[in-house]
């Protein structure tokens, strides 16, 4: 693929699924085997940019780089490391909406392995079960910390909410910004992406806008 194409479709922040897309033996290594490698291979790069891996400051860089990616900032691409969500008999019949709001989304672009930083707001309204509100903070957690791409995130969310809660009734709004777009090419410094995405009772205009004036933002 020549290299403006690449260009174009990383812009254009196009994705295929709905899953992350993994390759089939993406867990057949262990962290410790992943980080090792990743540090050899980040060393070349930083001596590829003409870095002296000799400096005290610079010679532990590639091993924290690799522990960092594989431990911290992409820890959501291993299933073992999902959140357990706790949900718990509706026993007392609430069935108006919840929501949780403000929740921190600390990603990276899958394009360009920068940060996306934000707020995701979440609202369902219970059925048969009702979830610990703290398990849909770490479930957002958990998506995020993946490459990623902010419609899919926010997909993979609803789905993995819907299907915990046995319910349709959920949507999930994120919005982040992307360091792809405000530290290279546009460098637009304001501008932030908004997605929405939704079913059930909320494909009622009247009650996704009662959500949006739970969060104070006007009709979309």
């Known amino acids: 693929m020549d290299k403006n194409k690449i260009e174009i479709l990383g812009d254009n922040h196009i994705s295929t699924s709905v899953d992350t897309p993994?390759?089939?033996d993406a867990f057949e290594k262990s962290d410790e085997e992943k980080i090792k490698s990743i540090q050899h291979y980040f060393g070349k790069i930083m001596e590829e940019l003409g870095l002296d891996l000799s400096d005290d400051s610079l010679s532990g860089t590639p091993y924290r780089f690799a522990k960092m990616y594989v431990k911290e900032l992409f820890y959501g691409l291993n299933p073992k490391?999902?959140?357990?969500?706790s949900v718990f008999e509706n026993k007392y019949g609430y069935k108006k909406m919840l929501v949780e709001q403000n929740i921190t989304i600390d990603s990276s672009c899958e394009h360009h392995f920068l940060p996306i930083t934000g707020e995701a707001h979440i609202a369902y309204v219970p059925k048969n079960k009702v979830i610990g509100l703290s398990k849909i903070n770490r479930l957002v957690d958990y998506y995020a910390h993946r490459p990623q791409v902010?419609?899919?995130?926010?997909?993979?969310?609803l789905k993995d909410l819907q299907s915990t809660l046995e319910t349709d009734d959920?949507?999930?709004?994120?919005?982040?910004?992307?360091?792809?777009?405000?530290?290279r090419g546009i460098k637009d410094k304001n501008s932030f992406t908004t997605t929405i995405e939704y079913g059930g009772c909320f494909e009622n205009e009247q009650t996704k806008n009662e959500f949006l004036k739970i969060i104070g933002i006007k009709n979309l």
């Open 22 to 24: 993994l390759r089939a």
């Open 170 to 183: 959920v949507l999930v709004i994120i919005s982040a910004k992307h360091l792809c777009v405000s530290s």
């Open 81 to 85: 490391n999902k959140p357990k969500l």
């Open 150 to 157: 902010q419609e899919r995130l926010s997909l993979q969310i």
